[in-house]
């Protein structure tokens, strides 16, 4: 159960495209169409903003999407908004009722 | 509105035991697999645990593997959390949250506020 891999930081400017990547291996993210993205404002609980890859929760902004590419899964959040800046969380299951979250990514808004 | 309270939280000493809960309240309790989620001060989430609808379907992460047992009563609305042997790592926020589904999909949809464990002598 090794965390999955995100990059610490991203940043982008108001009104930009950022893609954070979240990378596993072929026994977790590679396996299973079973990736969560979850955001953390500080203080906050997380909040799921993508589940099974792409689905998007009822009341969730269309500008953030999910897909996922052999072993890495990305999330996309368009038209970046000052309240986007937060902890981004990829999680995905791992096998055996297990699950594994990311290290997390920090995104700034310029 | 959907509601998950943890409690049981505290100081406790290197080597002691302590057990969380968190009711359930706001939903159909026994449809939804649950998950226990922890955050160090300062550090990123890990998932620590879950159970789904039945408790027919059980997984812990490593690091707590044989120190950590989930349990759930439906009858309650309650999800609970034993740690047994615990040590300073496992200082923390520990998160509840409720999944979509009856079995673990992942998509934890609703958290608690979170409750502090704090393992030290």
């Known amino acids: 159960q090794s965390a999955l891999t995100q990059p610490a930081s991203v940043s982008g400017s108001p009104g930009q495209s950022i893609t954070i990547s979240c990378t596993g291996t072929s026994s977790d993210v590679g396996s299973y169409n079973l990736v969560s993205w979850f955001q953390q404002h500080p203080g906050k609980a997380p909040k799921l903003m993508i589940s099974?890859?792409?689905k998007r929760p009822s009341g969730v902004s269309n500008r953030f999407s999910g897909s996922k590419s052999g072993n890495t899964a990305s999330l996309t959040i368009s038209g970046l908004q000052a309240e986007d800046e937060a902890d981004y969380y990829c999680?995905?299951?791992?096998?055996?009722?297990?699950?594994?979250f990311g290290g997390g990514t920090k995104l700034t808004v310029l | 509105e959907v509601q998950l309270v943890e409690s049981g939280g505290g100081l406790v000493q290197p080597g002691r035991s302590l057990r969380l809960s968190c009711a359930g309240s706001?939903?159909?309790?026994?449809?939804?697999?649950m998950h226990w989620v922890r955050q160090a001060p300062g550090k990123g989430l890990e998932w620590v645990s879950s159970?789904?609808?039945?408790?027919?379907?059980?997984g812990y992460a490593d690091s707590v593997k044989g120190r950590f047992t989930i349990s759930r009563d439906n009858a309650k609305n309650s999800l609970y959390l034993q740690m047994n042997s615990l040590r300073a790592e496992d200082t923390a926020f520990y998160y509840c949250s409720k999944d979509r589904d009856y079995d673990s999909s992942g998509s934890l949809d609703q958290w608690g506020q979170g409750i502090l464990v704090t393992v030290s002598s």
């Open positions: 099974e890859v792409s």
């Open positions: 706001g939903f159909t309790f026994d449809d939804y697999a």
């Open positions: 159970i789904s609808w039945n408790s027919g379907s059980i």
């Open positions: 999680c995905s299951y791992a096998g055996s009722s297990t699950w594994v």
